[in-house]
């Protein structure tokens, strides 16, 4: 069977994960790569012998034949880098979350790729693991009960970058439900950069959708993650049980009415993970002619929460969805937590 012919731009850590998979996949070749750095396009040739490289992504997209795509840049050049990509005619695009560095960006990009029908990945990693597909089918079943809370804590890494596979798993948890709003508070002591973005030293978001399951995020350099020996940690409450898990780790606990101390559940992990079950999976909807948006879609959403919490703590506001349609409210003088005077107006809190 001939191959699907994939280029890379971006050939950094993400980049190479696409790299390595499609290298290890039967279903595609890996011709081309484009990277700004001339030492890392020199480094990649040598990683894998036989491949082009570019200084530019136009310059690749205009010499060289390829089906498929993956978008591997920093996320505020995702957009472009996209819409170039989609001037040629290729058959699947893998774009990297997050979609891009605000959700209307991400809505772009996720627009002009649907309105083509094109197959396209988003490599939430979590989504091709074997632990977390079991504990989300788990939560549908209704083996913790209905759905309440999902406690997130993740050390050493931020909301838009790490934090967004975690709120994504979140959105994914609910079925996609739809988002009332988000709040979040974000200090930057340390004035930490991570993947081409400005991101915060400790943070907290909270969100909720219209249903009113919650999700509770912290995350940050110093974050205390309250199970020894865990550097993320996830804790899903529901009315009947509960379940803790480790991010990328295997395995997990589950509480409920049939394991009532609790009980560490560790499966097989699936043959195929991460970066190559994403693009196989693609590969089919190529082959089946039919394009499954879940992922992308629940990606927007998770990009939302994402950017929801920043601007939350920037202005200081709740933020309601769409994000993408948010306006700062006027500054107010009201402190809570400060003395009431008696005067300047106000709603009176104890007419309930
Ligand atoms: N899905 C995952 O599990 C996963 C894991 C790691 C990174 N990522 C994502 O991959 C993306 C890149 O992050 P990274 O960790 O690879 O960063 P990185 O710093 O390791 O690499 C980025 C590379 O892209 C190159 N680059 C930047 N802009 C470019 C452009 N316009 N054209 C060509 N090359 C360009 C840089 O020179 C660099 O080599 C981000 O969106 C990140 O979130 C995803």
Known sequence: MEKWKAAVVGGG????LSMNALNNSELFELVAVADLRPDVCEQLKRKFPGIKTYAN????????????????????????????????????ILVEKPLGHTAESGRRILEEIKKRNLPMAVPHGLLAKKTPLEIIERVRGGEIGELKLVEIQNAKWDIINA??????????????????YVMGICEASTRTYRDGMQVETTAVTYGQTKSGIRVVMNTGDE???NREGKETLFRLIGTAGQIEFWGWENGYTLQNAAYPLGELIVPDELPVTGHR????????????????YTI??????????????YLSS????KVHFPVDGFEAPAKTDWEPGQPYAGTGGGRDGRKL
């Open 296 to 309: 992308p879609e629940s990606s927007l959403l998770a990009l939302e929460i994402v950017e929801g919490a």
């Open 314 to 317: 920037k202005h200081g506001c």
């Open 13 to 16: 850590v993400g980049g190479q």
């Open 163 to 180: 934090g967004i596979h975690w709120l994504h798993f979140f959105v994914t948890l609910t079925g996609n439900e739809p988002m009332d």
């Open 277 to 292: 079950a994403h693009l196989e999976r693609m590969a089919g909807m190529i082959e089946s002619g039919v394009s499954d």
């Open 223 to 225: 974050v205390l993650v």
């Open 57 to 92: 992504h136009r310059d690749m997209f205009e010499d060289c034949r390829m089906d498929v795509v993956c978008v591997s840049t920093f996320p505020p050049s995702h957009e472009e880098v996209t819409l170039d990509a989609l001037k040629h005619p290729i058959k699947g």
